[in-house]
């Protein structure tokens, strides 16, 4: 899987595009800055829009080739990002780190989807908020009539609305599974049925 991520990044081109997820944008602009953790976050789209606000931005993924577009991104704009060459496994952070936690496309196996993102939760502080978007199970049928808009073939990597009960002490601002029009670089083009969560940790 490693070997797919560093063929897909190691292209010229940004694969899902430089400018940051609608939904990421809309949720985080009505939040205050503060520090910020870009889950699987690629190639720095959403990262780099964070730091560009203001927010202390740190990022994981385990592909070279992201992490290094990641910065030709922040070069670009000015900003810094704390990028860490890693899987989710071999990161550490303190317990309650972060103001906000951001899962953008980020698709684990289900088998492991409520530890890692447990994993994930205990690095947000309580007030802290939490920002999903993930291809939802109805996206399947989107996916093989248009190829191009992308997402897992395996319907366990795909999300349902029970998303938000992965999370304890959680308030939810917004849920929802939409249908959306995807227009994010080369590999996201096209309708999509998506989940999206917008919440906050219990303080």
Same mark, same amino acid.
Not at 12 to 35: H, R, S, W
């Given at each position: 899987?490693?070997?797919?991520?560093?063929?897909?990044?190691?292209?010229?081109?940004?694969?899902?595009? =430089?400018?940051?997820?609608?939904?990421?944008?809309?949720?985080?602009?009505?939040?205050?800055?503060?520090?910020?953790?870009?889950?699987?976050?690629?190639?720095?789209?959403?990262?780099?829009?964070?730091?560009?606000?203001?927010?202390?931005?740190?990022?994981?993924?385990?592909?070279?080739?992201?992490?290094?577009?990641?910065?030709?991104?922040?070069?670009?704009?000015?900003?810094?990002?704390?990028?860490?060459?890693?899987?989710?496994?071999?990161?550490?952070?303190?317990?309650? =780190?972060?103001?906000?936690?951001?899962?953008?496309?980020?698709?684990?196996?289900?088998?492991?989807?409520?530890?890692?993102?447990?994993?994930?939760?205990?690095?947000?502080?309580?007030?802290?908020?939490?920002?999903?978007?993930?291809?939802?199970?109805?996206?399947?049928?989107?996916?093989?009539?248009?190829?191009?808009?992308?997402?897992?073939?395996?319907?366990?990597?795909l999300y349902?609305?029970?998303?938000?009960?992965?999370?304890?002490?959680?308030?939810?601002?917004?849920? =929802?599974?939409?249908?959306?029009?995807?227009?994010?670089?080369?590999?996201h083009q096209?309708?999509?049925?998506?989940?999206?969560?917008?919440?906050?940790?219990?303080?």
């Amino acid at each position: 899987m490693k070997s797919f991520w560093e063929q897909r990044y190691g292209q010229k081109e940004y694969a899902y595009g =430089t400018e940051p997820n609608q939904y990421f944008k809309e949720a985080l602009d009505t939040l205050t800055p503060g520090k910020i953790l870009m889950a699987a976050e690629g190639e720095g789209r959403n990262a780099v829009y964070a730091a560009t606000q203001g927010w202390e931005v740190a990022a994981y993924d385990w592909s070279e080739n992201a992490q290094r577009k990641a910065h030709k991104l922040a070069s670009k704009y000015g900003v810094q990002i704390e990028y860490h060459l890693a899987s989710l496994n071999e990161l550490h952070f303190q317990e309650h =780190t972060f103001d906000a936690l951001a899962l953008i496309y980020v698709h684990f196996p289900e088998q492991i989807r409520l530890q890692n993102h447990q994993k994930l939760y205990q690095w947000l502080k309580p007030g802290g908020h939490l920002i999903i978007e993930a291809f939802s199970k109805s996206h399947l049928s989107f996916s093989k009539k248009n190829p191009a808009v992308g997402g897992p073939k395996e319907l366990s990597q795909l999300y349902s609305l029970d998303v938000g009960e992965d999370f304890e002490n959680i308030s939810i601002i917004k849920l =929802t599974e939409d249908k959306i029009q995807l227009n994010e670089g080369i590999y996201h083009q096209g309708q999509a049925q998506v989940i999206r969560l917008f919440a906050s940790k219990h303080i």
